[in-house]
T-cell receptor
């Protein structure tokens, strides 16, 4: 998957517990993204990062935080998981300044179930 | 706020048919429109259309951008069962390095 690894790939947790999803890339791309995918909604942006320690909110950021301490790693944290956060989470990367500047490459996804 | 709407949301056809998927968008400063195919896992890139490249073709798939109508179509001719997937449309704004996606069209090709 073009040098993007997501972990864990599947997780079942209980309401109120913290959860961290990890995205690791080996492409040295500057931009990294977290999207969630739910039936009827397509892909919705949660947070994105444009460099180490540089992050910004997407359209559905409530209840989520992110951190990027290294170029290769982008972490998504649910401080207190709720059932509405049951979803499939995709990490993506892109390399602006190239001919395919807006082309995002996606990881395999992490399926999270909150009971 | 940027917005992308795809239609139909779901489509079932027979193998060999030709299908047309639609994507309309609202964006402040249009930069590009992208089509992705999603089978079981991650979305995979198909085409990117820009003001300087409004038509793309790859085998049985082709796409056209209509900047006047703020829309795009994805055509698939002589469909095969392997074309069954969710097709996603996304747009990028000039000022933002991120994509806004539509809801997707679930295409099912029956043998």
């Amino acid at each position: 998957d073009a040098g993007i690894t997501q972990s864990p790939r599947h997780k079942v947790t209980e309401t109120g517990t913290p959860v961290t999803l990890r995205c690791h890339q080996t492409e040295n791309h500057r931009y990294m993204y977290w999207y969630r995918q739910d039936p009827g909604h397509g892909l919705r942006l949660i947070h994105y990062s444009y460099g180490v320690k540089d992050t910004d909110k997407g359209e559905v950021s409530d209840g989520y935080s992110v951190s990027r301490s290294k170029t290769e790693d982008f972490l998504l944290t649910l401080e207190s998981a709720t059932s509405s956060q049951t979803s499939v989470y995709f990490c993506a990367i892109s390399a602006p300044g190239t001919s395919g500047a807006n082309v995002l490459t996606f990881g395999a996804g992490s399926r999270l179930t909150v009971l | 706020e940027d917005k992308v709407v795809q239609s139909p949301l779901s489509l079932v056809v027979h193998e060999g048919d030709t299908v047309t998927l639609n994507c309309s968008y609202e964006v402040t400063n249009f930069r590009s429109l992208l089509w992705y195919k999603q089978e079981k896992k991650a979305p995979t890139f198909l085409f990117m259309l820009t003001s300087s490249g409004i038509e793309k073709k790859s085998g049985r798939l082709s796409s056209i951008l209509d900047k006047k109508e703020l829309s795009s179509i994805l055509n698939i001719t002589a469909t095969q069962t392997g074309d069954s997937a969710i097709y996603l449309c996304a747009v990028a704004d000039q000022g933002a390095q991120k994509l806004v996606f539509g809801q997707g069209t679930r295409l099912t090709i029956n043998p």
